[in-house]
């Protein structure tokens, strides 16, 4: 699924979320598997906390982009909902340039997503933020995809 | 290249003729790692290529006596070859031992300055005794002349320092052949810190993990190593003792953990911290992490701190200007100076022994080269042309850079001399050599 195509279907489901959050999301709920999407529990594979949990960054970039702040809000006000529940923010780079300076880009990508979950009510004592840099790629080649995939921020709760 | 050339001792006419000027060397020696007792197996591979400005000839006769002479020999050889300062003269023929009579005329007529020869003897316990000359064929006397004794195992060792005494005789500068080099080796998904000696020999593995090690730098005593590594799913900073194999985080704050420098009298280490938002400097003790001090307050990121070699002061990376440069800062606050201004990216600062040549890694047209900045003059040299050259690190005797390199797709361990003429490069088959880093003068 393409970038965009993976963003506005976030952009959907958060949307339908906040219309509809107390109604159960589709009919096939019945059928004893749940899509479960409208779960708000990042244990739960089906719920959209555990299958929609990376943010992606532009080349050189580290802001969040618009295409990804309701992912980010929905994640926000999920942690703003349950202030036991902690999580860590894990940022990644690109292969390219020296390990510590990509240690510290990678940083300021998962700073970025935790000031807007601090904006959305989230406790800092709720959040870690921590930097991979280039040492734990996700896409292991070096074309422009497997670039862009790496430049991410995860959140990863923990239990 | 703006580099000054150091000061030879020795400044008599050698006998380097516009014969070799352009002269490409390339020698090839395929070695098995020696194998020790939990010593990684990997099969190692030297290229070496390029010609110092100045060669001095010298000849190194097979040592006499036992078998392990010509091994001896060969050792001596390919380190002064590697240094590319030397150019070796053919002793074939020659069967020299510790008391023969050297003709140095005759050695003078083979194209000479100096020759090396010496005696092995295997005593009745199993050690052997090595008696080593150096003969200076111009002024027609001795040099130098020493004798070891040691195992078969410390045979090796025993070849570097006798390098070492004719490179410091012949020279003027301190050898270090008989130093180490630590790396990190990725094979699959294993990651090993490992030690080798400064020729990438006798490789001994220091840690093993599933998880990424990065940014280890050597105590100045040479018996610990800082790293960072992952394997508590985060970057945390360990100190790890070489002999003892004991190691303790001594940096795991909330956040990231990395970029462990030691202070030259190795009390102290300087780390970066996210513990206070983004990657700043902080100081703390090496032993106990005790007495932990904010060094840099920027908005932005300041990390790959390394302290000058009077310790006063830290040259680090920071992209408070908008793109990564190169900072000097002292230790109790002040306002940094910045430091490099060629190009938008320069980063991982080593400085020189001397304190007078700052290496940074600075990308040109996309691709990542190692350069060196003259802190007198301000004038830049670039020393390699790769396209993704990292982690560069001066050898004890700021002759030699080693630093990582990507050949075919794959990480190798690179060296090139501090003017940039002589290259070598040392793969591993079956593996990815990264963040190489030389160690101090053994001690």
Redesign the interface.
């Known amino acids: 699924m393409s970038r965009i195509a993976k963003g506005l279907t976030i952009a959907v489901l958060a949307a339908s979320l906040a219309a509809c959050s107390s109604v159960s999301l589709d009919d096939k709920a019945g059928a004893g598997g749940a899509d479960g999407s409208g779960i708000l529990d990042p244990f739960n594979p089906q719920s959209i906390l555990a299958k929609q949990r990376s943010v992606y960054f532009d080349f050189n970039s580290y802001s969040v982009s618009e295409q990804y702040r309701s992912l980010v809000e929905t994640h926000g006000k999920y942690l703003a909902s349950a202030p036991q529940q902690r999580v860590i923010i894990e940022g990644n780079t690109d292969a390219r340039g020296g390990s510590e300076y990509n240690l510290a880009l990678g940083q300021r990508r998962a700073e970025a997503v935790r000031r807007m979950l601090t904006l959305l009510g989230v406790s800092d004592t709720q959040v870690e933020t921590i930097s991979f840099g280039k040492e734990k790629p996700k896409a292991l080649g070096s074309s422009d995809a497997d670039y862009a995939e790496n430049r991410r921020a995860d959140f990863n709760y923990k239990r | 290249m703006t580099l000054d050339r150091p000061h030879h001792l020795l400044t008599k006419s050698k006998t380097f003729s516009l014969a070799f000027a352009g002269w490409l060397l390339t020698s090839l020696i395929a070695v098995i790692a020696l194998c020790h007792t939990g010593i990684a197996q990997a099969q190692l591979r030297v290229d070496i290529s390029g010609t110092g400005a100045q060669q001095y000839p010298v000849a190194i006769a097979d040592f006499s006596g036992d078998a392990a002479g010509s091994q001896i020999a060969e050792i001596i050889r390919a380190d002064l070859t590697r240094s590319g300062q030397f150019n070796l003269i053919s002793t074939s023929g020659a069967a020299l031992n510790v008391d023969t009579t050297i003709a140095y005329d005759e050695w003078r007529t083979r194209g000479a300055d100096f020759i090396a020869y010496g005696t092995v003897v295997r005593l009745p316990d199993g050690r052997f005794e090595i008696k080593y000359r150096l003969g200076d064929t111009v002024k027609r006397g001795p040099l130098d002349g020493v004798s070891f004794s040691g195992t078969e195992k410390e045979l090796r060792r025993i070849s570097h320092q006798i390098a070492d005494r004719i490179y410091e005789k012949i020279t003027g500068i301190k050898g270090v052949f008989a130093t180490r080099i630590a790396y990190v080796l990725k094979q699959g998904k294993t990651y090993e810190l490992q030690i080798a000696d400064a020729d990438g020999q006798s490789p001994q593995v220091a840690l093993r993990s599933r998880e ?1 090690v ?2 280890p730098a050597w105590s100045p005593d040479g018996t610990r190593l800082a790293y960072v590594s ?1 394997e508590s799913g ?2 945390v900073v360990y100190v790890h003792h070489l002999t003892t194999s004991k190691r303790s985080p001594v940096a795991n704050y ?3 953990n ?2 462990p420098a030691w202070s030259p009298d190795g009390n102290t280490l300087a780390v ?1 911290l ?1 513990r206070d ?3 700043q400097i902080y100081t703390l003790g090496a032993n106990d992490g005790a007495n932990l001090r904010r060094v840099t307050r920027s908005p ?2 300041d ?2 701190p390394t302290f000058a070699p009077d310790g006063r002061s830290i040259y680090f ?1 920071s992209d408070r200007s908008g793109s ?1 440069q190169i900072y000097q800062t002292g230790l109790d606050g002040g306002e940094p100076r910045r430091i490099s201004f060629s190009g938008g ?1 320069n ?2 600062p080593r400085i020189s022994p001397d304190g007078k040549t700052l290496l940074t ?1 600075t ?1 040109r047209d996309g691709s ?1 080269r190692i350069a060196s900045l003259n802190l007198a003059t301000g004038a830049e040299s670039l020393l390699t042309d790769g396209r ?1 050259d ?2 560069p690190s001066f050898a004890p005797n700021g002759m030699q850079v080693l630093y990582a390199a990507v050949q075919g797709g794959r990480s190798v361990l690179a060296g090139v001399s501090s003017d940039g003429r002589v290259r070598q490069t040392l793969s591993v088959l079956n593996g990815e050599i ?2 190489p880093t030389w160690g101090p003068f053994s001690q």
């Open positions: 990424p990065i940014s992952f985060k970057p909330k956040g990231n990395s970029a970066v996210t938002g983004l990657s932005l990121i990390t790959e990376t990564p990216y980063i991982s890694v990308r990542y993704d990292q982690s990264r963040e």
